[in-house]
């Protein structure tokens, strides 16, 4: 009995370790299949977050690349001349729109407008917008933001024959010649005011600039430009209101003189207008503006007005490897005049025009070559060295127009980033009704070769040697020489 007891001791002993043991070990098997979860779960997190790390590395690469651009466009930059007094920063290119052209959608105004920024000296646009300010200020509480424009030029000069005029005019030459002089002009100086403030579909702009072109001895403020705008990239769409140049110039065929008035030729008034500008497919302008008619001057006539310029203008931006675009541009005229005597009568002025710019890349990458020609009837003080717009026929008692055929040209190029040179001609041949006196004015010629260097961003210096002839009817002439330098420093 004892000895069966102890079996049955013993064998109860047996089955307890038996449990004891299967507990533990089902207890360790369920503890390892949770870590393995646990295991699983932080490496699917790991998963994701190398994802996600891989995803960061790839957008910091991009940054760094474009980074890297800005800084290259930045270099290039800061190597390249600036404030030139017409085009070359101006006209440096905007982003080409090649799929644009492809596809021939309609391009936005403001990327016409930047392909071409025009005249920093006369911040407006005969195209569709000019917004280039040294300094924008954004006013508090509003949308406007205010740009700053300046410039202090001093040039000194030197005339063979006493033109006594900042502006070398070939039209005041004098047949008989005078004395030599030497006159010192701060008159270039320059402050304008801009503005822009987004509005639907599009933004206002305004401009006011003055200069001191008054008097030479006596400089004197003087409006050259003051208007508003509203442009639509959405529409296509540009309307201008108020004082800006007119239609007819084309900013972009402008050659750079250090003279401030430019090459005889040029169109060269700023008058009230109010324009419409609307882009085509492609890289293409239309504008049609109706302008004051009282930019007209007659001999021995009074002027009056009646109905107002129109004026129409083509703008094709080829952005070739040469012709970088090229602009037709027509004026139509209502002339009228008084001769005194109470005798009215009016005519039909006109006027057709072309102008381009050539790039030369044979004879340097920046090197170019600008043409402007114009003809027609009866618009000779829109011009440069041009006559009046007509004369009374004191036979007929009738206003007779002047015939006006002109043109310029110049050849820009570049000696380094910093040097430049530029050779201007111009020229204008009037015919002239019979009746009118022998000192009438017939032609004149203008040139001009210069070198300039902008040691600074900023600031341009140059030298300039000018030469005009001025011609009249009976064929009797005068000529003239002028010595320039100039100093120009943009704020």
């Not at 290259?72 to 930059?77: I, P």
């Not at 890289?283 to 009056?304: G, Q």
């Not at 107002?308 to 070739?320: E, K």
């Not at 008084?338 to 050539?358: F, M, P, Q, Y």
């Amino acid at each position: 009995m004892e000895a069966y007891c102890s079996r049955v001791l013993a064998a109860v002993g047996s089955l307890c370790f038996f449990f004891s043991v299967s507990f533990v070990y089902g207890q360790e098997i369920q503890s390892v299949e949770d870590l393995q979860r646990v295991i699983e779960a932080q490496q699917k997190m790991l998963e994701e977050q190398q994802k996600k790390l891989d995803a960061q590395q790839k957008q910091l690469n991009e940054q760094a690349e474009f980074m890297q651009k800005l800084q290259n466009q930045l270099e290039t930059l800061m190597a390249s001349p600036e404030g030139q007094t017409t085009t070359e920063l101006a006209e440096a290119p905007a982003v080409k729109p090649t799929d644009r052209q492809e596809k021939k959608e309609k391009v936005v105004l403001s990327e016409l407008s930047d392909a071409g920024k025009h005249d920093r000296q006369s911040p407006t646009s005969a195209n569709v917008t000019y917004f280039d300010p040294t300094k924008v200020i954004n006013i508090p509480g509003t949308k406007t933001s205010i740009g700053l424009h300046g410039l202090a030029e001093f040039q000194i000069f030197h005339d063979s024959v006493g033109l006594n005029n900042n502006r070398f005019d070939t039209a005041s030459i004098p047949i008989d010649g005078g004395p030599s002089q030497t006159k010192f002009s701060v008159n270039p100086t320059q402050l304008a005011i801009s503005s822009t403030m987004p509005v639907t579909d599009g933004r206002l702009n305004t401009m006011v600039s003055i200069d001191f072109n008054g008097e030479l001895d006596s400089p004197e403020p003087r409006l050259r430009i003051a208007y508003g705008e509203y442009v639509s990239d959405m529409s296509g769409i540009g309307l201008l209101g108020g004082q800006a140049y007119a239609t007819s110039l084309d900013l972009r065929a402008v050659p750079e003189t250090l003279d401030f008035a430019m090459p005889a030729g040029l169109w060269q008034t700023r008058q009230p207008l109010f324009r419409f500008t609307k882009s085509m497919i492609g890289d293409t302008l239309i504008e049609a503006a109706l302008e004051t008619p009282e930019n007209a001057t007659y001999i021995e006539a009074d002027r009056m007005t009646r109905w107002p310029d129109l004026s129409i203008a083509g703008t094709w931006l080829t952005d070739g490897t040469y012709f970088k675009h090229l602009r037709i541009s027509g004026l139509v005229r209502d002339l009228r005049a008084e001769d005194g005597s109470g005798n009215e009568d009016s005519a039909l002025g006109w006027a057709v025009g072309g102008s381009t710019k050539i790039d030369l890349p044979i004879l340097g990458p920046r090197d170019n070559f600008k043409f402007n020609i114009h003809y027609g009837d009866g618009y000779g003080t829109q011009i440069k060295g041009a006559p009046f717009e007509g004369a009374f026929n004191p036979v007929t008692l009738s206003l007779e127009t002047i015939g006006i055929f002109s043109f310029y040209t110049g050849l820009q190029h570049f000696w380094s980033n910093r040097f430049r040179s530029n050779l201007v001609y111009g020229y204008v041949d009037s015919d002239n009704p019979e009746f009118l006196d022998d000192e009438t004015l017939k032609s004149t010629n203008y040139a001009a070769a210069n070198l300039i260097w902008t040691p600074f961003s900023s600031v341009t210096l140059g030298v300039e040697y000018l030469w005009g002839r001025r011609e009249n009817k009976d064929g009797d002439a005068g000529t003239a020489n002028r010595l320039l330098f100039s100093s120009r420093f943009n704020f």
